[in-house]
């Protein structure tokens, strides 16, 4: 049973940075896409970033126009758990951030960047991130 398990989370101020985690437990899986997604109190469920990876390989990065410049995503392939750094946060980063694992798909021109979250499989319970003003 595939289970992700996110930690990082809490309360920082403006200007700070804070680190999160996704450990993927149960299943090794050798391909695949990690993302991080965002939702806040009233409003819908946002991409944050995601990274394509296959064994011992990262593929792409790919942020959401709000956290480019700011955030970078990684994976340790050999630890099975990707990271979200998040530099120069703004109370609107305020969420609920969720890990997901979906697949690793390609096409003519390279691999797919999955930004719905309809095309994960799996996804975290979540850790709160809140930046105060």
């Known amino acids: 049973q595939v289970q992700l398990v996110e930690s990082g989370g809490g309360l920082v101020q403006a200007g700070g940075s804070l680190r999160l985690s996704c450990a993927t437990l149960?299943?090794?899986?050798?391909?695949?896409?990690t993302g991080w997604f965002r939702q806040a109190p009233g409003k819908e469920r946002e991409f944050v970033a995601s990274v394509t990876w296959s064994e011992d390989w990262i593929h792409n990065t790919y942020y959401g126009d709000s956290v480019k410049g700011r955030f970078t995503i990684s994976r340790d392939n050999v630890k099975s758990t990707a990271y979200l750094q998040m530099n120069n946060l703004n109370p609107e980063d305020t969420a609920q951030y969720y890990c997901?694992?979906?697949?690793?798909?390609?096409?003519?021109?390279?691999?797919?960047?999955?930004?719905?979250?309809?095309?994960?499989?799996?996804w975290g319970q979540g850790t709160q991130v809140t930046v105060s003003s």
């Open positions: 149960g299943v090794v899986f050798s391909v695949g896409t």
């Open positions: 997901a694992l979906g697949p690793l798909k390609s096409a003519r021109e390279g691999f797919v960047w999955l930004r719905d979250a309809n095309d994960y499989d799996y």
